[in-house]
């Protein structure tokens, strides 16, 4: 057999390894990622402690890290391959979490070596609840959506091995997928929260600008927690008489979006005397904000404006945004494109607002039934 000599600019403490054999038996050139970690992957720095500024758990990093050579050429390689940080990110915790399941479920089986079993049989433990592994609360089972969103993470992997000829098959293509709910889960607060929560943010203003301003896009734009971690100063600009922001949307298309005047007020503060490559959104001390800091501004808002901040999170924000606008009659399209979908089967989703839900037949039924109960 012959060996794969690595480029020297890929740091993984490899000098020579035997490469593995193709589906036709041939010498497969493993892939070449050029990097020493997982964790060196733009938007994969591992956070090793509360604050430290990383961008994803340590966890994560260390379980890809741990796979041996040519598994963990070809994760890091599919890693990089992700346009968007928000892919990358989605990627890396669902491959971690299978890898900790097939440890524990199937030890001695290599990640390159699944088979449709496998995947099935995760598929229902997942679900049921009665993993071992792989679950971030053991005995809880993850959501139709979550599991279906796993094994399409590992179908692309399997996908993305598959054209490097370092599997012959792949294995998730037959795994059949849960049904996923056309009604969101989200709960969506009330327009007069909603209200409320931008109000809020004016509060907080002057002493905590950022946190402001973040509350606004996420409530009045609906960008995603995700994106809206990732703008940096320059991402602001002006656009045919708008002020507009430029940011990557997940799956890497390139999106603006126009700012209401009131919202612009509160970005204005951000910008002075800035250059444009800073994160726009940054604590006291300078580090960015993370989801779990926008959570945090979300809630500081809310208590300023006397809103319950119970389970109030940057997707509730989203949610409610999204019910809002098609419960007022906006057209379908015009919320599909407010909120980056690629579907308007998604958008869909959050058409449960409260006008939908007064007009209830079920309603209509206890006042035939009942004489109003």
Same mark, same amino acid.
């Given at each position: 057999m012959t060996e794969l000599f690595l480029p020297t600019a890929v740091l993984r403490p490899v000098d020579t390894v035997p490469a593995p054999a193709g589906p036709s038996g041939t010498a497969v050139a493993i892939p070449a990622p050029m990097v020493a970690t997982v964790g060196?992957?733009?938007?994969?720095r591992p956070r090793r402690r509360k604050g430290d500024g990383g961008e994803v758990p340590g966890t994560d990093v260390d379980a890809v890290d741990?796979?041996?050579?040519?598994?963990?050429s070809a994760v890091a390689a599919w890693l990089k391959a992700g346009k968007a940080v928000t892919t990358r990110r989605a990627r890396l915790a669902d491959v971690a979490a299978f890898v900790r399941w097939l440890q524990t479920e199937a030890p001695?089986?290599?990640?390159?070596?699944?088979?449709?079993?496998?995947?099935?049989?995760?598929?229902?433990?997942i679900a049921t609840g009665t993993a071992r592994?792989?679950?971030?609360?053991?005995?809880?089972?993850?959501?139709?959506?979550?599991?279906a969103r796993r094994l399409s993470s590992l179908s692309s992997l399997y996908g993305y091995a598959l054209r490097r000829r370092i599997v012959?098959?792949?294995p998730a293509d037959p795994v059949e997928r849960p049904e996923v709910s056309t009604v969101g889960t989200t709960p969506a607060r009330t327009v007069e929260e909603a209200t409320a929560l931008v109000d809020g943010a004016e509060t907080i203003a002057a002493a905590y600008p950022a946190d402001a301003a973040a509350v606004a896009l996420l409530?009045?734009?609906?960008v995603r927690v995700g994106e809206l971690v990732a703008l940096t100063v320059g991402s602001v600009a002006a656009d045919a008489g708008h002020t507009v922001i430029l940011f990557r949307r997940r799956g890497?298309?390139?999106?603006?979006?126009?700012?209401?005047?009131?919202?612009?007020?509160l970005l204005e503060p951000l910008l002075a005397d800035r250059s444009p490559g800073e994160p726009l959104f940054v604590r006291k001390d300078g580090r960015p904000f993370d989801r779990w800091r926008m959570t945090t501004a979300l809630r500081r808002a809310a208590t300023a404006a006397g809103v319950d901040?119970? =389970? *109030?999170?940057? @997707?509730? &924000?989203?949610?409610? %945004?999204?019910?809002?606008?098609?419960? !007022?009659?906006?057209?379908?399209?015009?919320?599909?494109?407010?909120?980056?979908?690629?579907?308007?089967?998604?958008?869909?989703?959050?058409?449960?607002?409260?006008? =939908? *839900?007064?007009? @209830?037949? &079920?309603?209509?039924? %206890?006042?035939?039934?009942?004489?109003? !109960?």
């Open positions: 060196d992957i733009a938007g994969l741990a796979l041996p050579h040519a598994e963990w001695g089986v290599e990640l390159l070596a699944v088979t449709e079993d496998h995947l099935t049989h995760y598929r229902d433990t592994a792989g679950l971030a609360r053991p005995g809880t089972p993850l959501a139709a959506s979550t599991v012959a098959v792949n409530s009045v734009c609906a890497g298309k390139v999106d603006r979006l126009p700012v209401p005047p009131r919202v612009r007020a901040p119970t =389970k *109030l999170t940057p @997707h509730t &924000a989203r949610a409610t %945004a999204a019910t809002a606008a098609l419960d !007022a009659g906006v057209p379908l399209a015009d919320v599909q494109e407010l909120l980056g979908h690629a579907s308007p089967v998604t958008t869909q989703r959050y058409d449960r607002g409260r006008r =939908k *839900l007064d007009s @209830h037949a &079920a309603y209509r039924m %206890a006042l035939i039934l009942g004489g109003g !109960a």
